[in-house]
């Protein structure tokens, strides 16, 4: 299967995606995509950047172009459920563009940096877009992002073009059915993306709901960079036998990331985290840290120092938040200081380095940090700034995901890689004078 024909998917979109640079499809898409054409339930797991929204949106087309006429009648064919607002506009935006492609008559139609983005979600293998005969005559698939915070009486207005596919968080989505503002008795795709999140305690009131008023015979999918065997049971009540898919070894964490790791005691790591920054010169860099007043002093700090950066935590405004994305996305703010959850959603291109100022306990969460680089088929480095107890914890996930951590300290100000024992050695050396000065 090494092109979109091999895969059973209409010709039509077979073009589509030729407009929009995609030429063969990535190893999730070779996977998945006959599965869903054959409505299987799926749990698909797959690094971030390997085109998992692709391989869920090709088969949800190729179902409304096979009968468009039936699915103007019968909406929504598609749910698309997605923990933050961030990835529910993203995803949305895919999925108009690649109807763009289908309406388009030539590549003009589609703007470059509409095509460079949705790229980024299927890890580079789409070139540049090449002009394809006039494909007018192709029906218009429409989707309709739904987002709380947004006035009742506004979505349902929009909800009166019947949209074939809705994308929208678990609460929005969930109010929205229970007004009956639409319903899911002809749903033929519930897609959970990011479906590790949303089994959280913070949207699985509204996740049951949805799920349980979704057709029997509706394929439901999970996706995610990680889905543990716990996520998995949470979800047999109405996802009782997917069919697993794991590609958490397909080389974007092993081969497109470097791993390195530094060492820090925990009070002197924002310290640290300076000087790095200062070595490293990093042109577009992503910063995490588990908890939000972690975010704000270590964004202090550099700010402090001279540095141009900013914080994105998950209380902010929306419009505060959106302004500091795009400030990031422009490159006016090199450093973007974030926690997970406010990260959750976001689809920044060209992203150099990433820096973890902890190790999550749930090692995918790491996974998730460093997928934030390398996309579209460029490097990138993946920094980890640990205590020992740390240390010790990146080693198993390194194990357990195929990659493996550099070791890293500075010198005058420049990044060495010292042997691993010698990187040990001084390890034990330090907190031995830690103790040390513990017991004065």
């Known amino acids: 299967m090494n092109d979109f024909a091999s895969l059973g998917i209409n010709a039509n979109l077979i073009n589509a995606l030729e407009i929009l640079g995609f030429h063969e499809p990535t190893e999730v898409q070779k996977h998945t995509v006959p599965l869903l054409l054959e409505k299987k339930d799926l749990s698909m797991q797959s ?7 692709l391989a869920y949106l090709l088969p949800i087309y190729n179902s409304i172009l096979s009968n468009i006429e039936e699915a103007n009648r019968r909406w929504p064919i598609a749910a698309i459920i997605c923990p933050t607002q ?3 506009v993203q995803v949305a935006n895919h999925s108009t563009r690649l109807a763009m ?16 983005q949705l790229q980024e979600s299927s890890q580079g293998n789409a070139r540049a877009p090449k002009t394809i005969s006039n494909h007018s005559n192709s029906p218009q698939i429409r989707s309709l992002v739904l987002l709380g915070g947004t006035q009742f009486s506004r979505q349902k207005q929009a909800l009166r073009m019947h949209p074939h ?6 609460g929005r989505l969930a109010d929205l059915l229970r007004l009956r503002y639409f319903d899911f008795s002809h749903l033929e795709f519930l897609i959970l993306d990011e479906a590790d999140r949303l089994f959280s305690r913070e949207y699985i009131e509204p996740v049951e709901y949805l799920l349980s008023n979704a057709p029997r015979l509706c394929t439901r999918v999970m996706a995610s960079a990680t889905i543990p065997e716990r996520i998995r049971n949470s979800a047999k009540p109405w996802i009782p036998k997917p069919i697993v898919i794991e590609l958490e070894s397909e080389g974007v964490l092993s081969q497109a990331i470097e791993h390195w790791a530094f060492y820090s005691d925990h009070r002197k790591k924002i310290d640290l985290l300076k000087k790095i920054i200062v070595a490293i010169h990093p042109k577009r860099c992503l910063i995490f840290a588990s908890e939000a007043y972690r975010v704000q002093r270590a964004a202090d700090r550099l700010c402090s120092s001279g540095l141009v950066c900013a914080s994105l935590v998950s209380r902010m ?3 505060s ?11 006016s703010i090199p450093l973007l200081i974030t926690t997970d959850l406010a990260a959750r959603g976001l689809d920044i291109p060209d992203i150099t380095h990433v820096i973890s100022l902890d190790l999550p306990e749930d090692g995918g969460v790491y996974v998730h940090r460093a997928g934030r680089t390398a996309r579209a088929g460029k490097k990138g480095i993946s920094i980890l700034v640990a205590d020992k107890l740390e240390l010790e914890r990146a080693s198993r996930t390194a194990t357990r995901f195929g990659f493996v951590f550099r070791t890293k300290w500075l010198e005058y100000g420049t990044v060495v890689e010292p042997s691993v024992e010698a990187f040990f050695e001084r390890i034990e050396d330090m907190e031995t004078q830690k103790r040390s000065k513990s017991h004065l």
Not at 105 to 116: L, V
């Open 101 to 116: 492609a289908l309406e388009a008559k030539d590549k003009g139609a589609i703007s470059e940096s509409g095509s460079s």
């Open 321 to 331: 938040k959106h302004s500091i994305i795009e400030q990031f996305k422009t490159g």
């Open 86 to 88: 961030e990835l529910a």
């Open 47 to 53: 690094e971030t950047g390997t085109g998992k929204t």
């Open 317 to 319: 405004e929306k419009q």
């Open 165 to 170: 596919i809705i994308v929208g968080t678990p």
